[in-house]
């Protein structure tokens, strides 16, 4: 099966998913979008209302601020793929229960297996945990390191730049650094990758193709 299509099979997956409680309020599932050979996935952490009701991810004002971001470094939204650690959207925006990302876990995982990226950008805190679950955005934002063979960046939400105007400079310059840790990915230190999910987990993944 084409990787095109097994993005569908897990699109139209999440769309009738009801493993955890999330589906309830959910309007449309937003699995993400972008192309199966894209060298770039920014993970962010889940749908807010415009991504709910569209069942498209970053459409919102931090969609826009992430549009503006790219292009500031030369990409369009169309060239990377986006997505979220949780597919639906968590109640008034709250964060991600844990057993909702446990749940949700497979899809994102299977999505990595699919498109393979050469570079992995976490946006936020929730997406950077399943890389480094014990670091501090604070600390380690615009750090790239080698994980599996990808590289994995992590950065903050969009988001936090509009709700703190100080951050918005930190966002910007971590964005404008991106094309040289790309460029230079390959003298990336690399770090053991994180522990292969459970075998109920596995066993999820192989339904979806």
Partial sequence: MN?????INIAEKIASCNKCDLHHSREKGVPGEGPSNAEI???GEGPG???NMQGRPFVGAAGDFLVELLDGIGLK???VFITNVVKCRPPGNRDPAPEELKTCSPYLDQQLQVINPKVIVTLGRFSMARFFPHA???EIHGQPVQVKGMLVVPFYHPAAAL????LRSVV???FASLPELI???EKTPAVQSKDPPEEENQAEQLRLF
Avoid: G, T, W
């Avoid at 990787?3 to 993005?7: A, H, T």
């Avoid at 709700?163 to 100080?166: G, N």
């Fill in 77 to 79: 939204r169309e060239d």
């Fill in 136 to 138: 501090k955005i604070s």
């Fill in 163 to 166: 709700h703190r105007p100080s």
């Fill in 41 to 43: 996935i920014f993970i």
């Fill in 183 to 185: 460029k230079n990915a």
């Fill in 172 to 174: 910007e310059e971590d």
């Fill in 49 to 51: 209302f415009h991504e």
């Fill in 3 to 7: 990787p095109d299509q097994v993005l």
